[in-house]
């Protein structure tokens, strides 16, 4: 059951009201979506919140720090992601403010997703580092930027439509996080056919009414592999001569991603890891 009745990326039919001098009006019907990214409503924790709909990319900000971007966050949308098949791109935002060692973390944290076969993009939002490449990929699509707050989605916006002029916020000293600048998801028409839905800063992601053996189907990684498993209704958990398994212990499938993986086996299906 949902909480959004209507989501930002809808498309309606409307009636206006011409009583009304504000041309006020009513929806009267929403048209099917053909895709739609969620997460668990925060007080009904049975209930969905559709956070936008018909979506064509989804690009994600990851920060390496100030705030610090979870691999289990990028996991969970990417699982998310997959299964509505929306493209997902990774944009790792702040380049301009790592040091070296930081720089390395954080290029290690991308071979992962690079492996894998996702396109990733080290950026700076602030100074315009490589903005163009992604600027390409943008035309004549509907884009849903996500990210935690301070991630700079605000400041990426203004970089690609200057004009926009999006309020940006600081990041709070004490808890390394940002303030929350975007209250609820909108979306902006800018130049080139380019739509993007900016979604308020999101601290968690839930894989809503996923079956336990289709998460891994979610992961390219293990789709590729899962032919190799012993089992046809392998969970890549303990059952032997598990292909996952092997992959993971020779270090050909990054132990971040295997670990979110049982994460949200464990959170979606009362596992016990």
């Known amino acids: 059951q ?8 809808d498309q309606v039919f409307f009636e206006i009201d011409e009583k009304e001098s504000d041309l006020m009006g009513i929806i009267t019907e929403v048209l099917e979506r053909k895709n739609y990214i969620v997460r668990k409503s925060v007080n009904l924790s049975k209930q969905i919140h559709i956070i936008a709909s018909n979506i064509d990319q989804v690009f994600l ?3 390496l720090n100030n705030p610090t971007t979870l691999s289990g966050f990028i996991d969970r949308l990417l699982v998310t992601a997959e299964a509505y098949q929306i493209p997902a791109y990774l944009l790792f935002n702040k380049i301009d403010s790592y040091n070296k060692q930081e ?9 992962i997703y690079d492996n894998i076969g996702y396109q990733t993009f080290e950026i700076s939002a602030k100074e315009g580092w490589n903005i163009d490449k992604i600027k390409v990929l943008m035309r004549n699509k509907v884009i849903m930027f996500s990210g935690h707050s301070g991630v700079g989605k605000s400041t990426l916006i ?12 600081a990041i709070s000293n004490q808890h390394h996080q940002g303030t929350h600048t975007t209250t609820f998801a909108e979306m902006f028409n800018l130049s080139e056919g380019i739509k993007i839905i900016d979604t308020p800063g999101i601290k968690g992601f839930g894989v809503v009414d996923m079956s336990e053996d289709e ?3 979610y992961y390219p990684e293990f789709k590729r592999l899962k032919v190799s498993c012993k089992f046809n209704n392998c969970l890549h958990y303990k059952e032997p001569q598990c292909a996952i398994l092997k992959a993971v212990k020779d270090g050909a499938i990054a132990k971040s991603r295997y670990n979110n993986y049982l994460q949200m086996l464990a959170k979606e299906n009362n596992y016990r890891i």
Not at 158 to 169: D, E, Q, R, V, Y
């Open 103 to 111: 720089l390395k973390e954080l290029r290690e944290l991308k071979s």
């Open 61 to 63: 900000i990851i920060t």
């Open 215 to 217: 998460i891994g189907n």
């Open 2 to 9: 949902s909480t959004s009745p209507v989501a930002v990326g």
């Open 158 to 169: 203004n970089s690609i439509a200057p004009g926009m002029n999006l309020k940006t916020g």
